[in-house]
């Protein structure tokens, strides 16, 4: 059983967008398949927006994922936005893990 959900739901308003919900464990357990359903997005779409919401676990590695996307959007001919709806407990591990800024990720 995952411990995670991700959600695809395309933007009504512009077809060429559309927004993932990342729920759960992100965690390297699972980053296998959490990158190959954001992968299977990120080809239907241009613009994508990547929410994180009621997440339980985040860890260094798909923190890593997802910065790793963002700098490769220009080499990849899409744009991304990183949104994060987090617990402040999540918030304060992710800042003493050494990312002060996360609001700032898109940056």
Do not use: C, R
């Not at 357990?29 to 997440?55: C, G, H, N, P, R």
């Amino acid at each position: 059983m995952d411990n995670y959900s991700i959600s695809m739901i395309p933007n009504q308003e512009m077809e060429s967008s559309g927004l993932l919900e990342l729920k759960g464990e992100l965690s390297i357990q699972y980053i296998y398949e959490i990158k190959d359903q954001i992968e299977k997005a990120i080809a239907k779409f241009v613009s994508v927006e990547i929410l994180l919401t009621d997440v339980s676990i985040i860890d260094l590695a798909m923190m890593q994922y997802l910065l790793s996307l963002k700098k490769s959007e220009k080499s990849l001919g899409k744009s991304f936005q990183i949104s994060f709806d987090i617990d402040e407990d999540i918030n304060e591990l992710l800042q003493h893990a050494g990312f002060k800024n996360i609001e700032n990720i898109n940056e």
